[in-house]
C-alpha cells in the first residue's frame, strides 16, 4: 500500500467514523418520535402506524446486524492471517473491513490496529505513526486496551523513527493508568528504550527484581533485549554485578549480534565480551 492509499483509506475510516456516530442518532431522533405519534393516530391507522414502523425497524436492524456481522468476520480474518505472517492476504481483508461500511466502530478500530501492527512487522514505521495518530483522534480511550496497546505501537514506531521526544510524549500516558500483567509485558520494553533515549536510567533501575521477572515472561528475542537493556542501564549506573548478570541472562536467550542491528542502544552490551569484528 502507498501513501497516497493509506491516506485515502484513513481518510474513509474517519467519514465512516462520523457517518456511523450520526447514523446512530439519526435512528434515536427518528424512531422514537415516529412511535409516540403513532400512540396519538386513530385506533387502525395506528396499529398499521405500529405495524410498518415494526417492520421496518426489524428490516433495518437485520441489515445493520448482517453488515456488521461482516465486518467483524473480515477483521477475524485478517488478524488470523497476520498471527501466521501472511502480510498480503491479511492486508487485502483488513482493508475490506475499513473500507465497507457498517455501524460497528469497534470492528473498524480493531481492523485499523491490526493495520499498525501489519505495517510494523513490515518495518513501515511512518505507515504506523499516520495510522495509530488517526486512531488516537478517533477518542477510542473508553476501549482502554486497544488505546494502551496503540499507544506503544506507536512509541514504539516512533523510536525507530529515532522520534524519541514524541515516543515519550505518546507512552507517559500509559504511566499513569493501572496495566494487566499482558500490558505491562509490552510496556516494558519500550519504557526502557524511551529511558535510556533520553538518559533516565535511574528510572530503569528502580523495582529492577520485579523488571526481571516480567522479562522472564517473554518470548525469547524479546526477553533477550529487556535483559540487554537492563543490563545497559546497570552500566550506566555503575552496577557491574549486576551488569553481568543480565548481559549474561540475555545472551542465554538470544543472539544478541541480530538484536544489536535493529537496537543500537545496547551495542555496549552486546560487544561488552566480544567486541566488533574491525573492517
Avoid at 478500530?109 to 505513526?129: G, P, S, W, Y
Avoid at 493508568?177 to 535511574?202: F, G, H, S, Y
Amino acid at each position: 500500500m502507498n501513501p497516497s492509499s493509506l491516506d485515502l483509506l484513513l481518510r474513509r475510516f474517519r467519514r465512516h467514523m462520523v457517518g456511523i456516530r450520526a447514523a446512530r442518532i439519526v435512528l434515536i431522533l427518528v424512531v422514537f418520535p415516529c412511535a409516540v405519534a403513532s400512540v396519538t393516530l386513530p385506533e387502525l391507522l395506528n396499529r398499521r402506524g405500529l405495524f410498518l414502523l415494526i417492520a421496518a425497524g426489524i428490516a433495518l436492524w437485520i441489515f445493520l446486524l448482517a453488515k456488521s456481522f461482516q465486518a467483524a468476520r473480515q477483521v477475524q480474518t485478517g488478524s488470523a492471517l497476520l498471527s501466521i505472517g501472511q502480510l498480503n492476504n491479511a492486508e487485502t481483508w483488513l482493508r475490506r473491513a475499513i473500507e465497507h461500511f457498517s455501524l460497528s466502530t469497534q470492528s473498524k478500530i480493531v481492523a485499523c490496529q491490526h493495520l499498525a501492527v501489519l505495517f510494523f512487522q513490515r518495518d513501515a514505521h511512518q505507515e504506523v505513526v499516520l495510522i495509530c495518530r488517526e486512531l488516537l483522534r478517533s477518542h477510542i480511550k473508553g476501549l482502554r486496551h486497544i488505546w494502551v496497546n496503540v499507544r506503544l505501537l506507536l512509541a514504539d514506531s516512533l523510536l525507530m523513527l529515532d522520534k524519541v521526544a514524541e515516543a515519550y510524549e505518546v507512552i507517559l500516558p500509559v504511566y499513569n493508568i493501572p496495566l494487566n500483567l499482558a500490558d505491562r509485558m509490552k510496556l516494558l520494553p519500550v519504557r526502557l528504550r524511551c529511558e535510556l533515549a533520553t538518559d533516565q536510567t535511574a528510572g530503569s533501575v528502580e523495582e529492577l527484581c520485579e523488571k526481571v521477572q516480567i522479562a522472564e515472561l517473554l518470548d525469547a528475542p524479546r526477553a533477550a533485549l529487556v535483559h540487554a537493556l537492563l543490563a545497559e542501564a546497570c552500566r550506566r549506573q555503575s552496577m557491574p554485578a549486576q551488569q553481568a548478570f543480565l548481559a549474561e541472562r540475555a545472551r542465554l536467550y538470544h543472539d544478541l549480534d541480530r538484536l544489536v542491528d535493529r537496537y543500537p542502544i545496547i551495542a555496549p552490551v552486546a560487544y561488552s565480551n566480544y567486541p566488533p569484528t574491525p573492517e
